[in-house]
């Protein structure tokens, strides 16, 4: 069974900061995808990682996948409050397929 | 492009009637469509894998009789929870693939509370 974890949890980081969210995943996978989800609100897709070393980067956030490791982070450069949400990692074993979630990451910046 | 839509988007029913969820993709043909279910302050869980024209794959432990699901076409899954009940009140949310690699398109969600 694909199990996938997060961790922290819960973060709470004041603006300007910097921090990581990691995920780790627990089967042979070369997909791993970033959603971030408001509250109350669906999810929305941030990061597709399709091959082990892939980086990608948008505003503050940066992602990054080690295949071999099994693990994939999420780095926030100088967090600003609008970052604050649930950010949660999914793996899928093939393309296209069911995804398995993390627990989610509940990031709060504070000014 | 990649829009999905569901509808409603939320719902209170009382306890044993049924409600009918609608998951559309309205720009692009779904090779699959995914439900799943998210309690307050937890993850996603996948509920069930709906491809058009056969019938749906279900999560171990998902009532299938409970959790009806008809892919009738390439835009559009629906979700029927029958004879709901208050442990039934959740976020159900679909999702859409367009085709690989790319990721699942998420719906905005649909509320409901069984009262």
């Known amino acids: 069974e694909l199990k996938v974890e997060q961790n922290p949890l819960f973060l709470s980081m004041q603006e300007g900061k910097n921090y990581t969210i990691y995920c780790n995943y627990s089967?042979?996978?070369?997909?791993l995808y970033w959603y971030r989800q408001d509250p109350g609100k669906s999810l929305e897709s941030l990061f597709v990682?399709?091959?082990?070393?892939a980086v990608k980067q948008e505003g503050r956030l940066m992602a990054s996948l080690d295949t071999k490791a099994r693990l994939s982070t999420l780095h926030i450069t100088a967090a600003v409050h609008d970052l604050s949400a649930t950010y949660f990692c999914?793996?899928?074993?093939?393309?296209?397929?069911?995804?398995?979630f993390g627990e989610g990451t509940q990031l709060t910046v504070n000014p | 492009g990649a829009v999905v839509s569901q509808h409603p988007s939320w719902v209170i029913c009382k306890s044993g009637t049924s409600v009918k969820i609608e998951c559309r993709s309205l720009d692009f043909q779904a090779t699959t469509m995914f439900w799943y279910r998210q309690f307050p302050k937890q993850s996603l869980m996948l509920m069930a894998t709906?491809?058009?024209?056969?019938?749906?794959?279900?999560e171990q432990g998902v009532e299938k009789d409970k959790f009806l699901i008809n892919h009738a076409s390439l835009t559009l899954s629906t979700l029927t929870v029958t004879s709901a009940h208050p442990e039934d009140s959740s976020f159900y949310i679909c999702?859409?693939?367009?085709?690989?690699?790319?990721?699942?398109?998420f719906g905005p969600g649909t509320r409901l509370l069984v009262l």
């Open positions: 089967t042979t996978s070369d997909r």
């Open positions: 709906s491809n058009e024209g056969s019938k749906a794959t279900y």
């Open positions: 999702s859409a693939v367009r085709g690989t690699p790319v990721p699942q398109y």
């Open positions: 990682l399709l091959s082990n070393g």
């Open positions: 999914a793996v899928d074993k093939t393309s296209g397929s069911r995804l398995t």
